[in-house]
């Protein structure tokens, strides 16, 4: 148990379902992130949230919405999805000071299959 | 721009051998963070070991130990007395020491290990 929670751990739509990934943090933390793990690719920084504030959107389509209600949650809302967003979906945390060093810890993930 | 670069996709060792992963990475930064995360097939990430670029000696935890060679900008991540549940995947990544609001963590493209009994 690292503190950072995701649900559901699989979850499977259709291309015109909507849905949401939730992550919550137990640690404290004051930034919070979505990642996508694709096979044979990179981890890919999605959104950033420093203290409830999005800081980073790396060209992610609209069709992934993120919502950071508070520093403990952060959600990330799904609609009209296409099959090659098919992917692992991590969120992570941290306690990011000014000027000091990022340990992130992350969730086990939500396994995402459009079909 | 910081890259970081994993070069073997895949290795394999037997069971209770050592072996060891590699890493390079690129910054012109002097004061910097490395780390190893592992991923195993329940796909939580977990911190191994990390590193402060400005320590000389090399971070241990238990059977994971890192070769730390600042100048060649390496980071080998060793495991000794390998056992069944150390198979995953092995990420390298590596952060500014003084991070600003927009900096994030780097994470190389990852090594999968395989024990075999």
């Known amino acids: 148990e690292t503190g950072v929670t995701q649900t559901p751990r699989h979850l499977v739509m259709g291309m015109t379902n909507k849905k949401s990934l939730k992550c919550e943090q137990h640690?404290?933390?004051?930034?919070m992130y979505w990642y996508k793990q694709s096979a044979k690719k990179p981890l890919e920084l999605m959104f950033v949230?420093?203290?409830?504030?999005?800081?980073e959107n790396n060209s992610v389509p609209s069709r992934f919405s993120p919502e950071c209600p508070n520093s403990s949650h952060l959600f990330l809302h799904l609609h009209t999805l296409q099959p090659e967003d098919s992917a692992l979906y991590l969120c992570?945390?941290?306690?990011?000071?000014?000027?000091?060093?990022?340990?992130?810890?992350f969730g086990a993930g939500t396994r995402l299959s459009v079909l | 721009a910081q890259t970081v670069t994993q070069s073997q996709p895949e290795m394999s060792v037997q069971e209770a051998e050592t072996v060891t992963l590699s890493c390079t990475y690129d910054?012109?930064?002097?004061?910097?963070?490395l780390f190893w995360y592992k991923q195993p097939p329940s796909r939580q990430m977990i911190l191994v070991i990390r590193?402060?670029?400005?320590?000389?000696q090399n971070a241990t935890e238990n059977r994971f130990s890192v070769n730390f060679q600042k100048a060649a900008k390496s980071f080998s991540l060793k495991i000794s007395d390998s056992q069944l549940g150390d198979a995953a995947m092995y990420f390298c990544?590596?952060?500014?020491?003084?991070?600003?609001?927009?900096?994030?963590?780097?994470f190389g493209k990852g090594t999968r290990l395989h024990i075999l009994p």
């Open positions: 910054t012109s930064e002097s004061d910097y963070y």
């Open positions: 992570a945390s941290s306690q990011r000071l000014a000027g000091g060093r990022d340990i992130q810890y």
């Open positions: 640690l404290g933390h004051n930034a």
């Open positions: 590193q402060e670029a400005y320590k000389q």
């Open positions: 990544a590596y952060t500014r020491g003084q991070m600003n609001r927009d900096d994030k963590i780097i």
């Open positions: 949230y420093n203290f409830k504030e999005q800081t």
